[in-house]
């Protein structure tokens, strides 16, 4: 397995753990009535909220950094461009009621779909 195939695995593995983690923030509140210990419950919703934010970040840094060390061509970067995509569900997190975190969901699976398209296509564009 070559690095580069390492650093798009962990970019993908980092948006699909986004994903579970705003959906543990959107059950917080349930799941400690319920004596849930799950991650977002231990940890409360503001470190969750970072815990996100660092998600998207590992995987955006992981878009520019073939190109920057040279494993892939300039273009590489191109996943970069879903950067504004993390904005709806950074906002959702923050909310406590279901449809803003449901909405949130939604536009996290949709932003991964399209990291993933750029990705691809950038390693395959010169």
Same mark, same amino acid.
């Given at each position: 397995i070559g690095a580069l195939?390492? $650093?798009?695995? $962990?970019a993908m593995g980092c948006l699909a753990s986004a994903i579970l983690v705003l959906n543990n923030i959107r059950d917080i509140e349930t799941d400690e009535a319920?004596?849930?210990r799950t991650l977002a419950v231990r940890?409360?919703?503001p470190a969750s909220r970072v815990m996100l934010g660092a998600l998207f970040g590992a995987a955006l840094v992981a878009a520019v950094l073939p190109a920057a060390v040279g494993l892939a061509g300039r273009l590489s970067f191109l996943a970069g461009?879903?950067?504004? @995509?993390? @904005?709806r569900p950074l906002r959702a997190s923050g909310e406590t009621g279901g449809p803003p975190l449901i909405a949130g969901l939604k536009a996290a699976a949709r932003m991964q779909v399209v990291y993933a398209l750029?990705?691809?296509l950038g390693m395959l564009l010169p």
């Amino acid at each position: 397995i070559g690095a580069l195939a390492v $650093v798009g695995g $962990v970019a993908m593995g980092c948006l699909a753990s986004a994903i579970l983690v705003l959906n543990n923030i959107r059950d917080i509140e349930t799941d400690e009535a319920a004596g849930k210990r799950t991650l977002a419950v231990r940890l409360g919703r503001p470190a969750s909220r970072v815990m996100l934010g660092a998600l998207f970040g590992a995987a955006l840094v992981a878009a520019v950094l073939p190109a920057a060390v040279g494993l892939a061509g300039r273009l590489s970067f191109l996943a970069g461009l879903s950067l504004p @995509l993390t @904005l709806r569900p950074l906002r959702a997190s923050g909310e406590t009621g279901g449809p803003p975190l449901i909405a949130g969901l939604k536009a996290a699976a949709r932003m991964q779909v399209v990291y993933a398209l750029l990705w691809a296509l950038g390693m395959l564009l010169p």
